[in-house]
């Protein structure tokens, strides 16, 4: 502990390096196996499975493929009862896979997925050894943020990822509530002084923050570098977000270079924005596909995001099987964006902004509704329509009748009617656990009129 406190004073005094465009550092395949540079824990396979591109952690050495696994999108079924559960065998599945091709990096909390995202990830990873991934879980202590109820939660994310040790440990989405929420979670109960004493005990390893919120709340909380010495921070970084980050989120330009300054290396959440970068207007997927045919349209939002030389790793929620295959294709190895990539992918992000989605990522905190509004599906099938054409323009327009029947009866088929907008009465409980920091009621109620503009035919 005593050395690597010593690299974070050196790390501070030399200062961070500016954005770079090449990867500058990166292992990409087994081009630097058995070097001086290796990883103090080589996690992954010993032969650099399928030429994935790594990075190495400059405070503990670790060797990080660049790819991580976002567990919160694991895949559900039903159970006998009809209760959404997490479908154990293919998780294990998709686990087995991305270990085998050199994923490294799995990213969970105690709150994914009502609170079962830790135990699948644990099942699974608990079939491999101990030392051949890294877990990322999170202090997610939202509503009840007593020291109880904290130290509580702690120690069974341990039991539930059957480890003795946690490699990545964040507080949970700081930010939103400035300061004196920041002090309310984790200062005034003590526990990041607790944490603090765990990471010199060796059972955390990394600790750091993930962040959603304004300029003014970042830079509040890197000031306190000087005294906590984050290893890392996580920031929501994509081509739109870069500089045009929605609601009273922050740049993610802005965020990733004061990172930079301080040596404080990144881990990217939301490089896909919920997926929304993945299904992109008609008109903008054919713009990314006239550029590079053979490359999907997600891949441009990957490979955007680890161009970037102070990013540690990237994560992505890969419910499905091709969902990593892909995302695998894209940085085994990364092929860094050039100049001219990054100026195009600029020009298609203002075109973006063109259209009127809603910022919604499909995290799913704002759920459970009390009155058992579908609050994301509701949003995401609003965006869907945007980006698919089937929002009417008005009862004049050329297409309004394809277009009201096309959005009425895939509503219906996306909510169940007892779970729609119209249902909203506007108590806001939702808001405040919303990291994108969207005025939800606004949105259920302003597409609950459209909708019954559309029923009504009085658009």
Same mark, same amino acid.
Request: proline share 4%; with cysteine.
């Given at each position: 502990?005593?050395?690597?406190? /010593?690299?974070?004073?050196?790390?501070?005094?030399?200062?961070?390096?500016?954005?770079?465009?090449?990867?500058?550092?990166?292992?990409? $395949?087994?081009? +630097?196996?058995?070097?001086?540079?290796?990883?103090?824990?080589?996690?992954?396979?010993?032969?650099?499975?399928?030429?994935?591109?790594?990075?190495?952690?400059?405070?503990?050495?670790?060797?990080?493929?660049?790819?991580?696994?976002?567990?919160?999108?694991? #895949?559900?079924?039903? /159970? /006998?009862?009809?209760?959404?559960?997490?479908?154990?065998?293919?998780?294990?599945?998709?686990?087995?896979?991305?270990?085998?091709?050199?994923?490294?990096?799995?990213?969970?909390?105690?709150?994914?997925?009502?609170?079962?995202?830790?135990?699948?990830?644990?099942?699974?990873?608990?079939?491999?050894?101990?030392?051949?991934?890294?877990?990322?879980?999170?202090?997610?202590?939202?509503?009840?943020?007593?020291?109880?109820?904290?130290?509580?939660?702690?120690?069974?994310?341990?039991?539930?990822?059957?480890? /003795?040790?946690?490699?990545?440990?964040?507080?949970?989405?700081? $930010?939103?509530?400035?300061?004196?929420?920041?002090?309310?979670?984790?200062?005034?109960?003590?526990?990041?002084?607790?944490?603090?004493?765990?990471?010199?005990?060796?059972?955390?390893?990394?600790?750091?923050?993930?962040?959603?919120?304004?300029?003014?709340?970042?830079?509040?909380?890197?000031?306190?570098?000087?005294?906590?010495?984050?290893?890392?921070?996580?920031?929501?970084?994509?081509?739109?977000?870069? =500089?045009?980050?929605?609601?009273?989120?922050?740049?993610?330009?802005?965020?990733?270079?004061?990172?930079?300054?301080?040596?404080?290396?990144?881990?990217?959440?939301?490089?896909?924005?919920?997926?929304?970068?993945?299904?992109? #207007?008609? +008109?903008?997927?054919?713009?990314?596909?006239?550029?590079?045919?053979?490359?999907?349209?997600?891949?441009?939002?990957?490979?955007?995001?680890? =161009?970037?030389?102070?990013?540690?790793?990237?994560?992505?929620?890969?419910?499905?099987?091709?969902?990593?295959?892909?995302?695998?294709?894209?940085?085994?190895?990364?092929?860094?964006?050039?100049?001219?990539?990054?100026?195009?992918?600029?020009?298609?992000?203002?075109?973006?902004?063109?259209?009127?989605?809603?910022?919604?990522?499909?995290?799913?905190?704002?759920?459970?509704?009390?009155?058992?509004?579908?609050? #994301?599906?509701?949003?995401?099938?609003?965006?869907?329509?945007?980006?698919?054409?089937?929002?009417?323009?008005?009862?004049?327009?050329?297409?309004?009748?394809?277009?009201?029947?096309?959005?009425?009866?895939?509503?219906?088929?996306?909510?169940?009617?007892?779970?729609?907008?119209?249902?909203?009465?506007?108590?806001?409980?939702?808001?405040? +656990?919303?990291?994108?920091?969207?005025?939800? #009621?606004?949105?259920?109620?302003?597409?609950?009129?459209?909708?019954?503009?559309?029923?009504?035919? =009085?658009?």
């Amino acid at each position: 502990m005593e050395k690597n406190i /010593d690299r974070r004073v050196f790390i501070k005094k030399a200062g961070g390096t500016a954005l770079a465009i090449g990867g500058l550092g990166v292992i990409a $395949g087994c081009a +630097h196996k058995g070097s001086s540079s290796q990883a103090s824990n080589p996690a992954g396979p010993s032969d650099e499975a399928a030429g994935m591109t790594y990075r190495i952690n400059k405070v503990t050495g670790d060797k990080v493929s660049i790819l991580g696994y976002g567990c919160m999108r694991w #895949p559900m079924i039903k /159970d /006998d009862d009809g209760k959404d559960i997490i479908d154990q065998e293919a998780v294990n599945r998709l686990v087995d896979h991305a270990l085998e091709n050199g994923v490294n990096y799995f990213d969970t909390s105690p709150v994914y997925l009502q609170g079962q995202s830790e135990t699948a990830t644990g099942i699974a990873l608990k079939r491999h050894p101990r030392e051949s991934y890294f877990i990322a879980t999170k202090l997610s202590n939202f509503s009840n943020y007593s020291r109880e109820n904290s130290m509580l939660m702690y120690r069974k994310s341990f039991e539930n990822l059957q480890t /003795d040790y946690i490699d990545y440990y964040l507080l949970h989405s700081i $930010g939103g509530g400035g300061m004196a929420a920041f002090n309310a979670r984790y200062v005034d109960n003590g526990m990041l002084d607790f944490l603090m004493e765990e990471r010199k005990a060796g059972r955390i390893r990394n600790l750091g923050f993930s962040f959603h919120g304004n300029t003014d709340s970042f830079d509040e909380f890197l000031k306190l570098h000087e005294k906590y010495h984050w290893d890392f921070v996580q920031i929501q970084l994509n081509y739109v977000d870069w =500089t045009h980050a929605g609601g009273r989120n922050a740049n993610a330009q802005y965020l990733q270079a004061e990172l930079d300054k301080r040596g404080i290396q990144s881990v990217i959440m939301e490089p896909l924005l919920g997926g929304r970068l993945a299904k992109v #207007p008609e +008109h903008i997927a054919d713009r990314l596909k006239e550029r590079e045919p053979q490359k999907s349209i997600a891949s441009w939002a990957f490979r955007f995001a680890g =161009t970037h030389e102070g990013v540690l790793c990237v994560l992505s929620g890969m419910t499905y099987m091709e969902h990593l295959q892909d995302n695998l294709k894209s940085y085994s190895p990364l092929v860094p964006l050039t100049e001219s990539d990054l100026a195009f992918l600029e020009e298609t992000a203002e075109l973006m902004q063109k259209y009127p989605t809603v910022p919604c990522n499909d995290c799913k905190y704002c759920m459970p509704c009390p009155y058992g509004i579908d609050i #994301p599906a509701i949003l995401l099938h609003y965006n869907k329509c945007v980006n698919e054409g089937e929002i009417a323009g008005s009862t004049a327009s050329e297409d309004y009748k394809k277009a009201r029947r096309a959005y009425l009866v895939s509503y219906d088929r996306a909510v169940p009617k007892l779970r729609q907008a119209s249902r909203c009465i506007g108590c806001n409980t939702c808001v405040s +656990h919303c990291p994108q920091n969207i005025d939800i #009621p606004k949105e259920l109620h302003r597409i609950d009129r459209y909708v019954e503009k559309l029923k009504q035919n =009085t658009l």
